[in-house]
């Protein structure tokens, strides 16, 4: 268990709808990340956060967008929703967002998004 | 250009055999990390190692030697007495100094037959 929950575990939904992912970090970790695994893209970072502000942005379309709460919880909202969405979101947090290489980012299990 | 490059994409090895897996890395900052992660086929993504740039040591976690060689830019994961419950896919990832997210390799599937 690397204590970074996420929820749902798994997702069945339409094209045109909207989801939100929802994330709860590690005890003490300040930044959190988010990524979108699918088969022919592999594993693509989205969007990070630390301390409730945004850090860091890749691949992450217009349709999506994220925020970092407070209580340093995370959520990721999907909107107009294609079926090319389908994939496997994770969420993962760390430490720190100072750069220094040496921090760890450990990874929930991930949510199963379908779009049908 | 890819900066994380693993040329196996699926390994076939015996149980009880040692297994490398191959990672090559594409930084021009002196300070980076090196990870390996495991993604059974459950789905989540499990961390197996650190290394550091400036580590002199390669690290060691249980089964689990990174053969880091930074010359080469090579940084390889040898799994020792390899287990059926190794069977899943592998990852490398990297963290550059001046960057926080990390960036991953496209994974080799391993399997690993009784």
């Known amino acids: 268990d690397s204590g970074v929950t996420q929820t749902p575990k798994h997702l069945i939904t339409a094209t045109g709808q909207r989801v939100t992912l929802r994330c709860s970090p590690r005890?003490?970790?300040?930044?959190v990340y988010w990524y979108q695994q699918s088969l022919d893209q592999g594993l693509q970072f989205l969007i990070q956060?630390?301390?409730?502000?945004?850090?860091a942005k890749g691949n992450i379309l217009e349709r999506f967008s994220a925020q970092q709460f407070p209580d340093l919880h995370s959520e990721l909202n999907l909107s107009s929703l294609e079926l090319g969405d389908s994939a496997l979101y994770f969420c993962a947090s760390s430490v720190d967002g100072t750069g220094f290489s040496g921090n760890t980012i450990y990874f929930g299990e991930g949510s199963w998004l379908t779009v049908v | 250009a890819q900066k994380i490059t693993q040329t196996q994409p699926g390994m076939f090895v015996q149980e009880k055999e040692a297994v490398t897996l191959d990672c090559t890395y594409d930084t021009s900052d002196p300070s980076y990390g090196l990870f390996w992660y495991k993604q059974p086929s459950s789905g989540e993504m499990i961390f197996l190692i650190y290394q550091g740039s400036y580590d002199q040591q390669n690290a060691t976690e249980g089964r689990y030697s990174l053969n880091f060689q930074k010359a080469r830019k090579s940084a390889n994961l040898v799994i020792s007495a390899s287990q059926l419950g190794d069977s899943a896919m592998y990852f490398c990832a990297m963290r550059e100094g001046r960057d926080d997210k990390i960036i991953f390799g496209k994974g080799t599937r391993l399997h690993i037959l009784p």
């Open positions: 956060y630390y301390n409730g502000e945004e850090r």
């Open positions: 005890s003490g970790d300040l930044s």
